[in-house]
């Protein structure tokens, strides 16, 4: 099994649509979530944190589950600018160090 | 606002030949990363590197691979004897310690081993 699993999509939505991605991770020992956005051939882009209380960014808001070892992120009013791969990550804590684990992406187009 | 620096932005090589990719971190940032992204696949976590040593590595990280932070701001990855396989998007990434956990990478350096 995938340390971290998403749907890759594409998801194709209008302008204005509401659109959530899932991911779910394997390790239990992870420690910290986040979301990151990928331009095509860009670097990851932090979207935002997510707390295990679920948190709101303006449009987006992140959920985690951690005895589900699922988290969310729902993108309300879709822009144009949204089109983007969405990037589930999650922290892991080893001795003096941190790794990050990135899911696979999910694609999304928000069309006119 | 601050941000970490990569340099090349394109590499391109012949197949046996060492490179080296610098990568300047945030100045105040404690951990210091590698990664990287095959063309349509994932990014994969290559090397942490925290108070002059390896931390952690992955499988992909091999005897290929080395890591040096040479003076107080840049930190380099060297491949040796490159592979076509090695032909990848590569982002160093840094955070800044204990406690905080978001990591800020830089632009990529796109390495086409020819």
């Known amino acids: 099994r995938k340390e971290v699993e998403q749907d890759p999509g594409p998801f194709n939505v209008p302008e204005g649509a509401t659109v959530a991605f899932n991911c779910t991770y394997s390790n239990s020992a992870s420690q910290s979530f986040f979301w990151y956005r990928q331009d095509c051939r860009k670097e990851p882009k932090l979207l935002m944190s997510?707390?295990?209380s679920g948190n709101e960014d303006g449009r987006f808001t992140a959920q985690l589950n951690r005895a589900s070892q699922y988290i969310s992120l729902l993108i309300r009013d879709s822009k144009l600018s949204d089109s983007a791969t969405y990037l589930c990550v999650v922290r892991r804590r080893f001795g003096a160090g941190n790794m990050l684990t990135f899911g696979g992406g999910t694609r999304l187009m928000v069309k006119p | 606002e601050p941000e970490v620096t990569q340099t090349p932005s394109h590499q391109v090589t012949q197949m046996g030949q060492e490179v080296i990719l610098r990568c300047v971190p945030i100045s105040n940032h404690l951990y210091f990363y590698w990664y990287r992204q095959i063309l349509g696949q994932k990014v994969e976590f290559l090397v942490s590197f925290y108070n002059n040593e390896i931390s952690e590595k992955s499988e992909i990280f091999d005897d290929q691979f080395s890591v040096e932070r040479p003076d107080g701001s840049n930190f380099t990855l060297k491949i040796r004897s490159t592979k076509l396989e090695d032909s990848a998007m590569y982002f160093c990434a840094s955070n800044q310690g204990e406690g905080f956990t978001e990591a800020f990478f830089g632009q990529g350096t796109r390495l086409t081993v020819v």
């Open positions: 997510v707390y295990s």
